[in-house]
């Protein structure tokens, strides 16, 4: 399951973080600072898996930002390493050509996107379709 | 994929006006956004695979805002907001940015405490600021009741908002908690969707215990009623998911298994995919219960796996029919053996061998999306194939695979092809198949530019070596070891080691081996390696003499590790007189070659380095008074190491005492250690990574040879005490103790809980009553008393503040395994606290067996700040239950006593510990401590005067546990020995690390 989703800038800025098990809120600052650390190091000739306290972190690198998946040792890579790309599918699509601000100031939505696509730590919809669908009903009642 | 109709859609209705969107603009203003997808903008009819055709890892920023043509998402004109994040984001400092959060944090709490009453938009506003300054990392101390005001909104975004604060500062106010649930129950049963997928994902998103029992009847109802529309279905079941990982009662698997397996047959695929998930989890914990998930998985998989790619629409992706689902069923399929009832095994075959013929067709489309989406089924499968191992024909084929993706150009598939194949290695169809690849794994371990890629063609090099081929494996090892990162050398030297004793049928070839380790590697060569290669060496007769000359000429290279020196000088002091007929090895040269390293070797090594001059005085009588000297010169005889004192002192008045019979008697070789399994390898098998319970199964399959050499190397052996003895005297100076597990690591482990007074509950050990927890606002004591084994633990409150305590709630437990060990049992508390007032609450605990963990207590109450904030205490302690609570001393004579120490005499049985005091060594203090132990200290048992022992017996529910103590102080050395001794071996050992805080 997922126990993390985390989206950094370069600079270790956070753009999203969203908990799926209980950290307080000193390790979770701790676990963002290494994340960026381990992440940040790596290139292209590095797997997008990077293997993590108990866990591991499946990542994929945006422009400038890093999504990060935290996952347990034995789940499958790949699996996630494609849900982040269909997240990141839907976000562009929801932004229209998606960057980083819009995450800055759209925080709030973007949980929403992500509660649509993920929940309890589990993939919970794939169909870019349908979470548009929805996403797209929810702002018509803004 | 997103069809154009969704695109035009999109575009059309959702953004008329560019100007509603002032976020939009304030961006625009003040800085270049820069795009994630680089080029990522092209016409909204042109094909989404060009726009992200070039995406990752690529910057190139925007030359021009391109959302100047496009309108924007729609904005909900939270203009204060966005000008909020745009002043921050202006801010040229930290205290800038401080001083304009508390600006506003100023401004909302005057628009909250004033008179005019705020609408729901401005209450929606402010609480959205809050949220986005604590996401800054700024403590948020109010607003708990406006975000809670604002689920009971009708207005979709501002319960949205609502929730989500909600969710994400999770500390919540205890008096608001029944608000909350409240409101959360009313969402519920809305007719709106929305409003009941709202509420659903709050819940999914805390989790917490109120939650599992407030909507254990709801969702479980929601989830498997008719009337559920699909997403609030979806949600439903990851909502219970997240519940039953909080709490396993939330669901009664009698009376809904059936229904929840059936929504696997649901023709909403998003239903199916969030369900799997459930029974996934679910399938685990009631296996029986939920056994009819596999027909219905197999044939769901089934109907994808055969489908076209244009059959499942929506769910496609990249052209690879719903592989996200596909995975969950697969994973799914794990939990059960393969299935027996005839058709599901040839469906299921069938879905197999349709994968692996997939991945041999040639791609239809060449972006990577699709390669990783159906390699992720592929991975998968072949997961299953090896749960499965009873198709040989599969297992092969899924090698052969595998072995293709050796030598892709994608890192990732190499890796994976590596991790998986380390499982195909260990399944004896597909065994012969993997080592056809040695080749190109070895190649890897040359080429491979990402550590972790090679860390993964060691594992399974190290999975895959056999008698055949392990000369060949190991050699490549040792190449490879010398130009190794850092990182991995330790757990290669353990791997090197293990295969070299496992497969060696010529023992010449394992010294050699573990010689050159210790050479090219000698840093990362850990004492259970080169114990066990002296072990080999004592035990077999025929390698003895070709080892020593092996050593000797190792010694001399100019440069030469500790480790060689302690090899060394432990081989030659036993079989030294084998190689001493030669004039190049005569008693003199070895002598004089192991002194020339004796000033530069640690103390430890220099000890040893006596025990083997001594036995050279045996060995060899000619170079007895050049020893002597060595002996007697001031550097041993009066070096500050007492250690190293004692022994030139004993050893010099030993060779000269005594005759050369006597000598001859004592300075005997070493007897044979008893053959018992080598126990690096008896730790390989013991040592598991820790995994969740319900997970043991699947993960003792799947675990890597990798990890668990990880745990092998943080554990040291205890079983090589008896070599380490012979070598040294002082237990002190073998390194860090095997043993010392940290007490509370499986509780905060096991169960995620972790409490709050972990030293203080310890220092509760030994006393029957004392503060367990105390701060500005709470103190709790307790008062212990116990009989056999039942105790009643009584716990005083006392509230420090000047102001009441509301909603006081105390939830004592065992969690995880304990449940089994301990029952706990708490009375009601009143709830409410007056100022300054102290109550008692009583818990009655029942020790059903031995246990190491301690039960813990969830104390939670509202209480008001100085500052008269409602403020919300939330914490978990340990109780101060530790397993010699239930001992009931015994009183027995000396004889008796050693009587009973002797019969406890295996090794299991016996749990030791050397440490240095943490304070003065007081008889007194040490009589005090033991006393509040538990158990009888027996006065006039042990011969010394300055020594402890206790014997007493612990009372369980299912046995009584025999246990004596014995504690050794040393008071120049400021040392303690602590030896326990028990009939079960669990308890010695639980005991001993506990005591040995103590002193």
């Not at chain 2, 009941?196 to 407030?214: H, T």
């Amino acid at each position: 399951m997922i126990r993390f989703i985390l989206i950094q800038n370069r600079a270790g800025k956070t753009r999203l973080a969203k908990w799926y098990m209980h950290f307080d809120d000193d390790e979770k600052q701790k676990l963002i600072e290494e994340v960026h650390a381990v992440v940040t190091v790596r290139d292209a000739r590095h797997t997008n898996f990077v293997e993590f306290r108990n866990f591991k972190i499946v990542y994929r690198r945006y422009a400038g930002l890093y999504f990060c998946i935290c996952v347990d040792i034995m789940d499958n890579n790949l699996y996630y390493l494609e849900a982040i790309h269909n997240f990141v599918e839907v976000l562009n699509e929801y932004f229209h050509n998606v960057c980083e601000l819009d995450l800055v100031f759209n925080f709030y939505k973007v949980y929403t996107v992500v509660d649509e696509m993920f929940l309890a730590g589990e993939v919970r919809e794939t169909s870019q379709t349908k979470v548009l669908k929805q996403l797209m009903t929810l702002t018509s009642l803004e | 994929m997103v069809n154009a109709l969704s695109r035009t859609v999109l575009a059309q209705s959702a953004f008329p006006q560019e100007t509603r969107n002032p976020a939009r603009n304030v961006k625009r203003a003040h800085s270049v956004p820069c795009s994630l997808f680089s080029l990522a903008f092209k016409p909204v009819s042109c094909a989404r695979n060009s726009s992200l055709n070039l995406l990752p890892r690529e910057i190139i920023a925007d030359q021009h805002d391109w959302r100047l043509t496009m309108p924007a998402v729609k904005g909900d004109g939270m203009r204060g907001l966005a000008v909020f994040i745009s002043d921050i984001r202006n801010c040229k400092s930290k205290e800038a940015e401080l001083k304009r959060i508390n600006k506003e944090l100023a401004n909302i709490r005057s628009k909250f405490k004033g008179d005019k009453t705020l609408d729901g938009y401005q209450k929606k506003k402010y609480v959205c600021k809050l949220l986005f300054i604590f996401l800054l990392g700024h403590d948020i101390d109010f607003g708990h009741m406006e975000a809670v005001n604002l689920l009971s909104s009708n207005k979709y975004t501002e319960k949205q908002i609502g929730y989500l604060f909600i969710s994400i500062l999770v500390n919540l106010n205890s008096d608001l908690i029944k608000l909350i649930i409240q409101s959360i129950k009313n969402d519920i049963q809305s007719r709106n969707p929305i409003h009941v997928n709202l509420a659903l994902q709050c819940i999914a998103n805390i989790g917490s215990r109120d939650m599992c029992e407030a909507f254990s009847q709801d969702l479980p109802k929601l989830l498997t009623s008719g009337d559920t529309v699909d997403s609030v279905k979806q949600s439903a079941a990851l909502c219970l998911l997240r519940l039953f990982r909080t709490s396993c009662d939330v669901i009664q698997p009698n009376e809904t298994a059936s229904r929840i397996v059936h929504l696997l047959n649901d023709s909403h695929l998003g239903v199916v995919t969030a369900a799997a998930s459930l029974i996934e989890a679910l399938s685990k914990k009631w296996p029986e219960e939920f056994k009819g998930c596999v027909s219905l998985a197999i044939s769901r998989l089934s109907r994808i796996v055969t489908s076209t790619y244009t059959d499942l629409q929506d769910y496609t992706y990249y052209f690879v029919p719903a592989p996200w689902l596909c995975v969950k069923l697969l994973r799914l399929l794990q939990n059960y053996p393969p299935p027996e009832e005839p058709a599901n095994k040839t469906r299921l075959l069938e879905c197999l061998e349709g994968i692996l013929n997939r991945a041999q067709d040639a791609p239809k489309s060449k972006k990577v999306q699709h390669a990783n989406a159906k390699n992720s089924v592929l991975f998968e499968a072949i997961s299953l194939i090896i749960h499965m191992d009873s198709e040989p024909n599969l297992l092969v084929r899924a090698c052969n695979q595998l072995g293709s993706f050796l030598s892709h150009r994608e890192t990732n598939l190499r890796y994976l092809a590596l991790e998986s194949m380390c499982l195909l290695a260990t399944s004896e169809f597909s065994h012969e198949a993997v080592k056809k690849h040695q080749e190109t794994i070895i190649a890897s371990l040359k080429t491979e530019r990402d550590v972790s890629v090679r860390q993964r063609a060691i594992d399974l090099l190290y999975a895959m070596c056999d008698r055949t081929n392990a000369e060949n494996i190991v050699a490549e090892m040792l190449t490879y070891l010398e130009t190794a990162d850092y990182s991995i050398r330790e757990e290669m030297v353990l791997k090197v080691a293990i295969l070299a004793e496992k497969y060696a049928t010529d023992y010449t070839w394992y010294v050699d081996v573990i010689l050159k380790l210790i050479r090219i590697a000698g840093d990362y060569v850990s004492e259970e390696v080169w114990y066990r290669v002296i072990q080999i060496v004592v035990n077999r007769e025929d390698v003895q003499g070709y080892a020593s000359k092996t050593v000797f000429e190792a010694l001399q290279r100019p440069a030469c590790h500790e480790n060689m020196v302690k090899v060394g000088g432990y081989i030659l002091g036993e079989f030294g007189n084998l190689i001493a007929g030669d004039q190049r090895s005569s008693p003199q040269i070895q002598f004089d070659l192991l002194h020339g390293k004796y000033h530069l070797c640690s103390v430890s090594t220099r000890c040893l380095l006596l025990s083997t001059y001594v036995k050279f005085c045996n060995l060899f009588p000619e170079i007895k008074q050049h020893i002597q000297n060595v002996f007697s010169s001031d550097h041993n005889l009066r070096n500050p190491d007492a250690e190293l004192q004692q022994r030139a002192v004993e050893y010099l008045q030993l060779s000269k005492v005594a005759s050369p019979d006597v000598l001859a008697t004592i300075l005997e070789e070493m007897p044979q250690f008893p053959e018992k399994e080598s126990s690096l390898l008896s730790k390989l098998k013991k040592a598991k990574p820790q995994v969740e319970e319900l997970e043991n199964q699947v993960a003792e399959k799947k675990s890597r040879p990798a990890a668990v050499m990880r745990d092998l190397s943080a554990t040291t052996t205890s079983k090589l005490v008896d070599l380490s003895d012979a070598v040294h005297t002082n237990g002190g100076g073998i390194g860090p103790g095997g043993d010392a597990f940290d007490i509370f690591a499986s509780n905060g482990g096991e169960t995620g809980i972790v409490g709050c007074n972990k030293a203080e509950a310890l220092r509760l050990m030994l006393k029957p009553n004392g503060i367990l927890y105390e701060d500005a606002i709470i103190q709790i004591g307790c008062k212990l008393q116990t009989k056999k084994n039942l105790a009643r633990l009584g716990m005083f409150y006392g509230n420090k503040t000047n102001s009441a305590f509301t909603h006081f709630l105390v939830n004592a437990e065992s969690p995880g395994e304990l449940a089994d060990q301990i029952v706990v049992q708490a009375k009601p508390v009143d709830p409410d606290v007056a100022a300054g007032a102290q109550f008692q609450q009583l818990i009655n605990l029942v020790c059903l067996q031995d246990f190491s963990n301690q039960p813990i207590a969830h104390i939670s109450f509202t209480y008001t700040s100085a500052s008269g904030v409602p403020l919300n205490f939330n914490k978990t302690i340990y109780l101060p239950i530790y397993i010699n609570k239930f001992f009931e001393p015994t009183d027995m004579a000396a004889e008796q006593f050693f009587s009973r120490w002797k019969t406890l005499s295996q090794p299991a049985q016996e749990s030791q510990k050397v440490f240095p005091a943490k304070g003065p060594i007081d008889h007194e203090s040490i009589k005090t401590k033991l006393l509040g132990l538990g158990a009888k200290v027996l006065e006039n048992v042990d011969p010394n005067p300055e020594n402890f022992v206790c014997a007493g017996i612990i009372h369980t529910q299912v046995l009584q546990i025999g246990t004596l103590v014995r504690l050794e102080p040393n008071r120049q050395a400021k040392m303690y020995r602590l030896t326990v001794r028990s009939n079960r071996e669990t308890t010695a050992q639980q005991l001993c690390s506990l005591l040995a805080e103590q002193f």
